[in-house]
């Protein structure tokens, strides 16, 4: 029997040997289209290169027929939770990029001055202030960023990968 495709929503599963274009292949032109699909491989035809390959390549998962029901389930289930954790890592992620955004320019110095380590009086020194208005915009930055503690500040900074500018 040749090989087929399946799609159930979003998700795509593919066979390895179909006619004309293999799964593979098929796996690499939707990744070069940028697809993000979860792509799960059933197929009577499992060989370890290519279980390696399109597992490197993104592919979710690769069963060999026979596969029961529960298996074919489970395999489809965990692509879908996996989308799921990372919509709502990229939601909060998202929140607190406008969040970041709505520092003012000397808020966002001394946010980025604090993150990396930097003491009020540092950060005074730097800016060409004083240490009483670094912690007014301290503590402006902290309600903005709706955090209560240090730590929590520079856990915000390090989720959304903010670059370190400014050194101690």
């Known amino acids: 029997m040749p090989g087929r495709i399946h799609i159930v929503d979003d ?10 274009l293999s ?6 032109r939707l990744s070069e289209n ?10 009577g035809h499992a060989d370890t290169p290519t279980v390696v390959r399109t597992i490197k390549a993104g592919a979710h998962d690769f069963l060999t027929k026979p596969v029961s029901s529960d298996e074919l389930l489970r395999a489809i ?11 709502d890592q ?23 001055l604090i993150v990396v380590g930097n003491t009020n009086k540092h950060i005074a020194r730097a800016l060409g202030g004083t ?12 309600e903005k960023l709706q955090v209560r503690t240090l730590p929590e500040l520079v ?3 390090a989720r959304v990968a903010l670059p370190d500018t400014y050194v101690r």
Do not use: C, W, Y
Not at 11 to 20: A, E, I, L, Q, T
Not at 34 to 43: A, E, H, Q, R, V
Not at 131 to 142: D, G, L, N, P, S
């Open 131 to 142: 240490e009483r208005t670094i912690k007014a915009h301290r503590q402006q930055v902290m």
């Open 11 to 20: 998700d795509v599963s593919f066979d390895v040997r179909m006619p004309g």
């Open 90 to 112: 990229q939601g909060k992620l998202h929140i607190i990029r406008a969040l970041v955004a709505t520092l003012t320019p000397r808020q966002r110095q001394v946010f980025d």
């Open 77 to 87: 289930e965990r692509p879908f939770a996996r989308h799921e954790l990372a919509r």
């Open 23 to 28: 799964g593979p292949e098929l796996q690499a």
């Open 34 to 43: 940028g697809s993000t699909n979860p792509i799960i491989f059933l197929t």
């Open 155 to 157: 856990s915000l900074a």
